[in-house]
Nanobody, 120 residues
Framework: QVQLVESGGGLVQAGGSLRISCAAS????????MGWYRQAPGKQRELVAA???????NYADSVKGRFTISRDNAKNTVYLQMNNLKLEDTAVYYCNADVQTSRIGILRPWGQGTQVTVSS
């Protein structure tokens, strides 16, 4: 019905930067809120950043000032620019979106995740 595909993950040195993206496709009427979550080994999945359809954003305290979430509504894509990466940023990053498939129908699919590894 609706799929989210993340890309851009990889290995980066501490202090470096990386941009990951998530593209939604399928039976899309409109995409509402979108967000990035991450899960490190042994830890609970946490919200990293979120953005509304109108462009309002919020961030986890741990990434404020370093990460920037943005979106391209024409491409149904959300981005996460990660700067000054730290070792503790290492995790699998998952994309989530609130997607309207019709005037009434709503789905909240998850992407498969993209690994971000920060090395010292």
């Amino acid at each position: 019905q609706v799929q989210l595909v993340e890309s851009g993950g990889g290995l980066v040195q501490a202090g470096g930067s990386l941009r990951i993206s998530c593209a939604a496709s399928g039976n899309i009427f409109r995409v509402n809120d979108m967000g990035w979550y991450r899960q490190a080994p042994g830890k609970q999945r946490e919200l990293v950043a979120a953005i509304t359809s109108g462009g309002s954003t919020n961030y986890a305290d741990s990434v404020k000032g370093r990460f920037t979430i943005s979106r391209d509504n024409a491409k149904n894509t959300v981005y996460l620019q990660m700067n000054n990466l730290k070792l503790e940023d290492t995790a699998v990053y998952y994309c989530n979106a609130d997607v309207q498939t019709s005037r009434i129908g709503i789905l909240r699919p998850w992407g498969q995740g993209t690994q971000v590894t920060v090395s010292s």
